[in-house]
């Protein structure tokens, strides 16, 4: 089999010498995991692969021999998952940006549909919308899951990754893309967050059934108020809602694959995901005399039985208003005023009532 286009790319990028590229090539290295596979780390280059060209009387110990496979290594284990992808059949590779034409129709079908543009931080990176976009435009449509440390807001400019080896039991050797950028506050894993789903109904723009703009701002500020809440009048780690992240991304890849669902069904029904944000339980303590901290299982103040609480102390609040003004009516009037509640009964018998 002849090498590989992107190999012989990578070839002529690190400037290999075309000797050694002939030798390598008649040993069966023809891909960048060939070639990647040869050393488990940088450190081990020199010795895994220079050396023994070397030995084999197609390159030098130069400065310049030694930086060609060097560099020639790094490039490849960057394009190895890419390369690990093809061989599976020909998957497109994770890194692959939108092509601008779709990214183009839905900006134009958004701004037709919304009449305003999305900030960087409402969107996430190129690579992940094309990610997302192929699953949408699938057969069944699916919708991968994506980790919490693995999304990207297009505003974001550091993107701190590495390759790690999987050797799975069968199968080819392959890549996987590691990330070592946790979400490290509340309001970061927010943002990642928002941008998600902001980015979802975004390429589903021609689909809104899909998502609409207005459940993903929705699904965001339910989001929100979860990370808000308090046990034990401390906030949850941040860690324990990248768990419950994971777990909802997982429901959410399960609804739309296995019943074709729409993710703004998902999103309305709360009795699916939203106790997996609200089940931390905060470490027992015992900081001084007397009873350890009491145990509960949800936090200190639920947000919807909170608002059910300003409105009903708002009611509460006009019908005192009005009595006060109904007795200061008839004390002014010189009438009796009894306080009875309105009854429904024989009108020859009913009280008066305050409010008449």
């Not at 449509?141 to 550091?158: M, V």
């Amino acid at each position: 089999m002849p090498i590989s286009s992107d190999l012989l790319a990578i070839y002529n990028s690190a400037r290999v010498p075309e000797q050694a590229r002939t030798w390598l090539e008649s040993q069966g290295v023809e891909a960048p995991m060939d070639f990647a596979l040869l050393a488990t780390d940088e450190n081990a280059v020199t010795a895994k692969i220079r050396d023994v060209v070397k030995t084999a009387g197609h390159c030098s110990d130069s400065l310049v021999d030694s930086l060609a496979f060097s560099k020639c290594w790094t490039l490849c284990r960057r394009a190895m998952s890419q390369d690990d992808q093809r061989l599976k059949g020909g998957v497109a590779p994770p890194d692959e940006l939108l092509p601008e034409p779709t990214f183009n129709s839905c900006t134009t079908a958004w701004k037709r549909v919304h009449d305003f543009p999305l900030g960087s931080d409402r969107l996430l990176t190129s690579q992940l919308q094309n990610k997302i976009n192929r699953g949408l435009a699938a057969k069944p449509r699916r919708l991968d899951i994506i980790l919490a440390e693995q999304l990207r807001t297009a505003g974001c400019l550091e993107k701190r990754g590495s390759v790690q080896m999987v050797v799975p039991t069968s199968g080819p050797v392959r890549g996987e893309q590691n990330f070592d950028s946790a979400a490290r506050s509340h309001f970061e894993l927010y943002i990642r967050l928002r941008a998600y789903f902001t980015t979802v109904a975004f390429l589903s723009i021609n689909d809104r059934a899909f998502l609409s703009f207005g459940a993903a701002e929705q699904m965001s500020d339910m989001l929100l108020r979860l990370l808000n809440n308090t046990y034990s009048n401390q906030m949850a780690p941040v860690t324990f809602y990248v768990e419950a992240w994971a777990q909802t991304a997982k429901l959410m890849s399960d609804h739309v694959l296995t019943n074709d669902g729409n993710l703004e069904e998902f999103i309305k029904q709360t009795s699916l995901w939203r106790h997996i944000w609200t089940g931390y339980a905060p470490t027992r303590t015992n900081s001084g005399p007397g009873p350890p901290t009491k145990l509960h299982n949800g936090p200190d103040t639920e947000p919807d039985l909170n608002d059910r609480v300003q409105r009903l102390r708002g009611q509460l609040s006009e019908m005192q208003s009005q009595r006060d003004r109904a007795v200061a009516q008839a004390k002014k009037a010189g009438k009796q005023v009894e306080l009875t509640p309105r009854k429904e009964q024989d009108p020859k018998r009913r009280k008066k009532w305050w409010g008449n």
